[in-house]
Nanobody
């Protein structure tokens, strides 16, 4: 059974930083790409960042230069370091992976950036 558990969200002032963490179980973590999504109520879930099994990364344009995705295969964890946060980064952030054609999601962690 695949399980993803996020942590690290919270309330921060604009310009501040947060580090999200996601621990995975039930998968061979090191071979799977990992992704962070975010969702604002009433809007579609948005892909924020992704990292391949080899460590290659991609980011959506609004977070480039501010967010960094990384992974620790020994600990089955993926991280999202978020710097220079803006109020428009406020959302629920979800960890995601896929296996055998199925998508798996964590429960999400709320990030709120005050102006």
């Amino acid at each position: 059974q695949v399980r993803l558990v996020e942590s690290g969200g919270g309330l921060v002032q604009a310009g501040g930083s947060l580090r999200l963490s996601c621990v995975a179980s039930g998968i061979n973590f090191k071979i799977h790409p990992m992704r962070w999504y975010r969702q604002v109520p009433g809007e579609a879930r948005e892909l924020v960042a992704s990292i391949t099994s080899g460590g290659s990364t991609n980011y959506t344009d609004p977070v480039k230069g501010r967010f960094t995705i990384s992974r620790n295969n020994a600990w089955n964890r993926v991280y999202l370091q978020m710097n220079s946060l803006k109020p428009e980064d406020t959302a629920v952030y979800y960890c995601n992976t896929a296996r055998a054609g199925s998508m798996f999601w964590g429960q999400g962690t709320q990030v709120t950036v005050s102006s």
